[in-house]
C-alpha cells in the first residue's frame, strides 16, 4: 500500500484504502490486519489505523477477534441469500423514488454509467464493470433523496461486490446485467415510477439467480 497524504483525514483515508482492498479482494478473507504492520506501510501512526478498522467492523467487513487481532470477515452464500432479501424490498422502493426524484443531470450520469459498462464489457475489463455496477446502484439510490435508503443500498451493495469478485462469476453475466440496467434506465426515461420498481425487482431476481442464491423467504 502506499503511503498516505496529510491532507485529510489520515482515518478516512486509511478505511477508504483498506476498504477497497478488502472489495477488490488484494485483502484475502480471513487475512489479519496487523495495526503495526498497516501503519509503518501507509506511514502514519496507529490511531487512525484503529478508527478506521472500527468502521470497517461496523459495516461487517473486519471482525475484531480480539483488542489486538482483526481479519477479514467471510462472505458466505447465507449471508448473499439473505442480502438478496432485503435489496428485493429496498432497490424496488429506491427505483421507484428515484424515478420521481431525479432530474435529467442524474438520469443521463445513470445512462452514461451504462455506457461505461458496455465499452467494459467490449475490452473485458470485468473489474470494471463490478465498480460501475455498484456504482449504479448506489448513486439511483442517492438520487431518491433519502439518506438512510442510500446507507443500506449502499452497504448492500459494497458486500455483494465482494461476493462477486471472490466468486468470479461476472464474466457470464454481464451483458445482461447491462441489458437490465438500460431497462431500468427506459423505465426512468418514461417517468414510469411502477414500471421502474418491476424492472428492478426482476433484475435482482436475476441477480440472485444468476449467483445461484436464490432467497430463501
Same mark, same amino acid.
Given at each position: 500500500?502506499?503511503?498516505?497524504?496529510?491532507?485529510?483525514?489520515?482515518?478516512?483515508? =486509511?478505511?477508504?484504502?483498506?476498504?477497497?482492498?478488502?472489495?477488490?479482494?488484494? @485483502?484475502?478473507?480471513?487475512?489479519?490486519?496487523?495495526? !503495526?504492520?498497516? +501503519?509503518?506501510?501507509?506511514?502514519?501512526?496507529?490511531?487512525?489505523?484503529?478508527?478506521?478498522?472500527?468502521?470497517? !467492523?461496523?459495516?461487517? %467487513?473486519? !471482525?475484531?477477534?480480539? $483488542?489486538?487481532?482483526?481479519?477479514?470477515?467471510?462472505?458466505?452464500?447465507?449471508?448473499?441469500?439473505?442480502?438478496?432479501? %432485503?435489496?428485493?424490498?429496498?432497490?424496488? &422502493?429506491?427505483?421507484?423514488? +428515484?424515478?420521481?426524484?431525479?432530474?435529467?443531470?442524474?438520469?443521463? /450520469?445513470?445512462?452514461?454509467?451504462?455506457? #461505461? #459498462?458496455?465499452?467494459?464489457?467490449? !475490452?473485458?475489463? /470485468?473489474?470494471? /464493470?463490478? $465498480?460501475?455496477?455498484?456504482?449504479?446502484?448506489?448513486?439511483?439510490?442517492?438520487?431518491?433523496?433519502?439518506?438512510?435508503?442510500?446507507?443500506?443500498?449502499?452497504? &448492500?451493495?459494497?458486500? %455483494? #461486490?465482494?461476493?462477486? @469478485? &471472490?466468486?468470479?462469476?461476472?464474466?457470464?453475466?454481464? $451483458?445482461?446485467?447491462?441489458?437490465?440496467?438500460?431497462?431500468?434506465?427506459?423505465?426512468?426515461?418514461?417517468?414510469?415510477?411502477?414500471? =421502474? =420498481?418491476?424492472?428492478?425487482?426482476?433484475?435482482?431476481?436475476?441477480? $440472485?439467480?444468476? /449467483?445461484?442464491?436464490?432467497?430463501?423467504?
Amino acid at each position: 500500500m502506499r503511503k498516505l497524504k496529510s491532507a485529510g483525514s489520515l482515518s478516512d483515508q =486509511a478505511y477508504n484504502m483498506l476498504k477497497t482492498a478488502i472489495i477488490n479482494n488484494e @485483502i484475502k478473507p480471513l487475512e489479519y490486519l496487523v495495526e !503495526e504492520q498497516i +501503519a509503518e506501510q501507509l506511514g502514519i501512526s496507529r490511531t487512525p489505523i484503529r478508527t478506521a478498522l472500527k468502521k470497517l !467492523e461496523f459495516e461487517g %467487513l473486519v !471482525e475484531m477477534e480480539t $483488542s489486538k487481532h482483526t481479519r477479514v470477515r467471510t462472505i458466505s452464500v447465507g449471508e448473499v441469500q439473505e442480502y438478496q432479501v %432485503l435489496r428485493e424490498s429496498l432497490e424496488p &422502493l429506491a427505483a421507484q423514488l +428515484a424515478c420521481v426524484s431525479m432530474d435529467s443531470e442524474q438520469l443521463l /450520469f445513470l445512462k452514461d454509467l451504462c455506457e #461505461q #459498462q458496455r465499452q467494459s464489457i467490449e !475490452e473485458k475489463d /470485468f473489474s470494471h /464493470f463490478i $465498480s460501475l455496477d455498484t456504482q449504479f446502484h448506489c448513486y439511483l439510490s442517492e438520487f431518491t433523496n433519502n439518506n438512510k435508503l442510500k446507507e443500506f443500498v449502499s452497504s &448492500l451493495c459494497t458486500q %455483494l #461486490q465482494r461476493y462477486v @469478485i &471472490l466468486t468470479n462469476t461476472i464474466q457470464s453475466s454481464s $451483458s445482461e446485467a447491462l441489458k437490465e440496467h438500460l431497462q431500468i434506465i427506459e423505465a426512468f426515461e418514461r417517468r414510469d415510477p411502477e414500471e =421502474a =420498481a418491476e424492472c428492478m425487482t426482476n433484475h435482482i431476481k436475476n441477480v $440472485s439467480r444468476r /449467483f445461484g442464491t436464490t432467497p430463501k423467504k
